[in-house]
């Protein structure tokens, strides 16, 4: 389906609408359902490894939560150093598929560095860094692509189809980490490999069907550092950046709250990779209505609808480990509500984000514009895991909760102040 809708986009980067008037795809440009297709096969691989990584670190390897805070920020901090390199190269050289395949391809040789490095804590830094590496010089360049291929009134429903199909991935890879541990006996070194053979087909997706956008050359010297950092000039463009930047300090990591809920509730590690189910579960059935929500009600109203989502993911999943949740049917009403909030909290902010802040950039710098929100997000989030781990160690998980959950609601209070609230920002073009 993806293939043949692909070959019917034009040159210019995809703009042919495919499905029908009533479908799943209705207004979704057939380069925006190639990349979905290309993250959905990623994200298998890419979860497969996620999935694993937490237990392993934490509960084989010993690492305490602050450490393991300070390695998940280090992968946040990576991801924020190259997306600024990965959208200039892409805003310069207008290859945006190229730089994007780079991204891909290396994330899908870091599996294969996963086994080599054994139980080495060092050498599985490195091979994690790398992997972010390719993650950073990735997405910019992708949702550019989404932004410059979708007319901007359908912003919004477009990247829920495209999160939604990466989504798909998030809900396999778990699926398929558990089943390689199930049947290998918890051979963690198979997962890696199997997740390097689904990374690779996901690059060769991307070789053979995403088309590029190759609008007309921009004034030369354009595509700077300096005018990237210059786009903060534009009012709007600047408070969303300090608004998604505020918000990111106070969001904790995922795999973070999966292990409040494995202590909280006692869940065997070998279940623990299917934690992330209810998750994706939850964004994959939310991501296109809240889309198209997102496109009618305005993105920026979402987008802070969607924290708050994640401030009562924090309060509901702080209480098993007080000991306020007793029995079985009470626990697993938690354990459902926690993963279903944070479902709902991604499929209203990751996309809406990009959707809202695309057309607040020109097109020859829209790649290094969302380069700089994410880049600013990818900081934020360094610093909340560091904090988080922190607090988690010297606290304990519950009142570490709490205390991100009174941060985040003082910040979404600035946040609504400063966020545009116009529900449709008009496209700048120059």
């Given at each position: ?138 997405t910019a360049p992708r949702d550019a692509l989404i932004t410059l291929s979708t007319p901007t009134p359908h912003l919004g429903r477009a990247f829920g189809v495209h999160r939604a199909m990466d989504t798909v991935g998030a809900f396999l ?258």
């Open positions: 389906m993806y293939i043949a809708a692909t070959r019917r986009a034009d040159q210019a980067g995809g703009r042919t609408a495919v499905g029908t008037s009533r479908g799943f795809t209705r207004n979704v440009p057939a380069n925006v359902l190639a990349l979905g297709a290309v993250s959905l096969v990623t994200d298998i691989s890419a979860e497969m490894v996620t999935a694993v990584l937490p237990t392993y670190l934490v509960l084989t390897l010993g690492l305490s939560p602050l450490q393991y805070g300070l390695l998940d920020g280090g992968w946040f901090g990576v991801t924020a150093m190259v997306r600024l390199l990965g959208g200039q190269i892409a805003d310069r050289t207008r290859r945006r598929k190229l730089v994007a395949g780079t991204g891909y391809g290396l994330s899908a040789v870091c599996k294969l560095g996963l086994p080599l490095v054994g139980s080495s804590v060092a050498g599985l830094g490195l091979v994690l860094a790398a992997d972010r590496t390719g993650k950073g010089l990735r890879g778990p699926l398929a980490a558990f089943a390689v541990l199930w049947t290998t006996h918890d051979a963690y070194d198979a997962v890696f490999v199997v997740s390097f053979c689904v990374a690779t087909f996901g690059v060769l997706l991307l070789m053979l069907y995403v088309r590029d956008h190759r609008e007309p050359a921009p004034p030369r010297r354009a595509a700077s550092l300096r005018a990237a950092f210059g786009l903060l000039r534009l009012a709007p463009f600047r408070r969303t950046c300090v608004a998604a930047a505020l918000l990111g300090l106070l969001t904790v990591g995922d795999t973070f709250v999966y292990l409040v809920l494995q202590r909280g509730f006692d869940i065997p590690l070998r279940y623990f990779p299917l934690l992330p189910l209810g998750t994706a579960g939850a964004f994959l059935l939310l991501a296109v209505p809240i889309g198209r929500l997102a496109d009618r009600v305005g993105r920026f109203r979402v987008f802070l609808g969607g924290h708050l989502a994640l401030l009562a993911a924090y309060l509901v999943a702080a209480a098993p480990t007080g000991g306020h949740a007793s029995g079985t049917a009470s626990r697993w009403a938690v354990l459902l509500v926690v993963l279903g909030l944070q479902g709902l909290f991604y499929a209203a902010t990751d996309g809406v984000l990009m959707a809202a802040a695309g057309p607040l950039l020109p097109m020859h710098l829209r790649t290094s514009g969302l380069a700089l929100l994410q880049t600013g997000q990818a900081g934020a989030r360094l610093l909340s895991s560091v904090v988080f781990g922190a607090a988690w160690t010297l606290w304990g998980a519950g009142p570490a909760l709490y205390a991100m959950g009174a941060g985040l609601a003082g910040c979404l209070l600035l946040a609504r102040r400063l966020l545009p609230s116009a529900p449709l920002d008009p496209e700048v073009t120059g």
